[in-house]
């Protein structure tokens, strides 16, 4: 069990909005910068959000990331088939070292 | 930028291995390196980070004793070595990029390595 904790499954219909949240604590979020990655099947992780809410060069302004307190969440606006994929929250704990949430898998419908 | 592993590798339980990760494009010896497990259908675990350019390295709690992280900023090349697998090691490992600077071992991974399949099974 993460320590950082995300829906298992979320889902939308094309065009919709969805957000995905992660939860934690004291010594990872609410003290650290949050960050979001996508996973496609069979590929390794991209970089989606960095620093709570900022995008890397190449990543659409549809995808969007904030933070309040202990928690975190990652908004998908317009909603389009190749969104489709896992979505991973991930922060550095106090305690000395990195964490992933358990990742949410998002289902365009 | 590019991170590029070493291929898939088969072992038996008790063998020791060592994966690589190799950077290019950028300055090896300024970033963080950090390796990633990913067990069968199941999501991204934090491993460890090294800095090859003093070979600072932290552990996971997780896997501190589990797994040797090192570096060869000569040819810069990270590594990930295991004195004796275990069945459970059968994962996917993906290495990426880190932070840049000694003090930046929080930061994120922006470029990752296609990953290297280890599988282990008698």
């Known amino acids: 069990q993460s320590v950082l904790t995300q829906p298992p499954s979320a889902s939308g219909t094309p065009g919709q909005r969805v957000t995905i949240s992660c939860s934690g604590g004291?010594?990872?979020?609410?003290?650290?910068?949050v960050y979001w990655y996508q996973q496609l099947p069979g590929t390794a992780p991209r970089l989606l959000i960095y620093?709570?809410?900022q995008r890397p060069s190449g990543v659409p302004d549809r995808f969007s990331g904030s933070k309040s307190g202990t928690s975190a969440s990652l908004a998908i606006s317009g909603l389009r088939s190749e969104d489709e994929a896992h979505y991973y929250c991930?922060?550095?704990?106090?305690?000395?070292?990195?964490?992933f949430g358990g990742g949410t898998k998002l289902t365009v419908l | 930028v590019q991170l590029v592993q070493s291929g898939a590798e088969v072992k038996k339980p008790g063998e020791s291995l060592t994966i690589s990760c190799k950077g290019s494009?950028?300055?090896?010896?300024?970033?963080?390196i950090g390796w990633v497990r990913q067990m069968p259908g199941r999501g991204l675990e934090w491993m460890g980070i090294?800095?090859?350019?003093?070979?600072?390295?932290r552990y996971s709690p997780s896997f501190q004793g589990q797994v040797t992280i090192s570096a060869d900023k000569s040819i810069s090349t990270a590594y990930l070595q295991w004195s004796s697998l275990k069945a459970s090691d059968t994962a996917m490992y993906f290495c990426?990029?880190?932070?840049?600077?000694?003090?930046?071992?929080?930061?994120?991974?922006?470029?990752w390595g296609q990953g290297t399949l280890v599988t282990v099974s008698s």
């Open positions: 991930a922060a550095w704990d106090d305690s000395l070292s990195g964490l």
């Open positions: 004291s010594s990872n979020i609410k003290s650290n910068y």
């Open positions: 620093r709570n809410n």
């Open positions: 990426a990029r880190g932070g840049s600077g000694d003090w930046n071992y929080r930061d994120y991974f922006d470029y």
């Open positions: 090294i800095y090859p350019g003093d070979s600072d390295t």
């Open positions: 494009g950028f300055s090896f010896t300024s970033y963080w």
